[in-house]
T-cell receptor
Framework: DTGVSQDPRHKITKRGQNVTFRCDPISEHNRLYWYRQTLGQGPEFLTYFQNEAQLEKSRLLSDRFSAERPKGSFSTLEIQRTEQGDSAMYLCASTLGSSGGFEQFFGPGTRLTVL | AQSVTQLGSHVSVSEGALVLLRCNYSSSVPPYLFWYVQYPNQGLQLLLK??????LVKGINGFEAEFKKSETSFHLTKPSAHMSDAAEYFC??????????????FGKGTLLTVNP
């Protein structure tokens, strides 16, 4: 068990550029979540995958955001035409559980800074 | 909709003193409740969770929390603070809306400072 990994850890980009983040969950974890955390706030839910199916998207996820989880393994989160308001920590979490009582294991996050 | 309120965005204690971090939740169904800790520039680590078994839950690093349904609370305590406890703490409730997604709804967090 190597834990949840995320790449890159830090990303600085200019407004209007596209960025893509990767999350590698714990192997065999079928559920994967993306959260966004801004300064001084708790993480907020963005989207959820069960295996390769994206089953829910938050209203926070505008049309500029897209997420995929091909083959139910790693996941990518892409932000197109970045805006300064997109600056945040993007966290990925995974779990094997079939109920809400199972722990979600979090990665270290990708910190995005949009200049 | 489920929600979490953490009273006090910043708590400061002396080393060896009692730590009390407050969390109140709102849920229309029996909740699953969690406390996570976040050290600077790191992800979240689970301290403990309540899943409708014992109301007094013990976690890692000497922390515990008590689920009180009548008060809709899940406060986190530790008898004696250590310098290494300085971090940000998040209370979260598991949601089950529109299908079994079990996403977490977090409070805004409480930054714990431990003074020598």
């Amino acid at each position: 068990d190597t834990g949840v990994s995320q790449d890159p850890r830090h990303k600085i980009t200019k407004r209007g550029q596209n960025v893509t983040f990767r999350c590698d969950p714990i192997s065999e974890h079928n559920r994967l979540y993306w959260y966004r955390q801004t300064l001084g706030q708790g993480p907020e839910f963005l989207t959820y995958f069960q295996n390769e199916a994206q089953l829910e998207k938050s209203r926070l996820l505008s049309d500029r955001f897209s997420a995929e989880r091909p083959k139910g393994s790693f996941s990518t989160l892409e932000i197109q035409r970045t805006e300064q308001g997109d600056s945040a920590m993007y966290l990925c979490a995974s779990t094997l559980g079939s109920s809400g009582g199972f722990e979600q294991f979090f990665g270290p996050g990708t910190r995005l800074t949009v200049l | 909709a489920q929600s979490v309120t953490q009273l006090g965005s910043h708590v400061s204690v002396s080393e060896g003193a009692l730590v009390l971090l407050r969390c109140n939740y709102s849920s229309s169904v029996p909740p699953y409740l969690f406390w996570y800790v976040q050290y600077p520039n790191q992800g979240l680590q689970l301290l403990l969770k309540y899943t409708s078994a014992a109301t007094l839950v013990k976690g890692i690093n000497g922390f515990e929390a008590e689920f009180k349904k009548s008060e809709t609370s899940f406060h986190l305590t530790k008898p004696s603070a250590h310098m290494s406890d300085a971090a940000e703490y998040f209370c979260a409730v598991s949601s089950n809306s529109g299908g079994s997604n079990y996403k977490l709804t977090f409070g805004k967090g409480t930054l714990l400072t431990v003074n020598p």
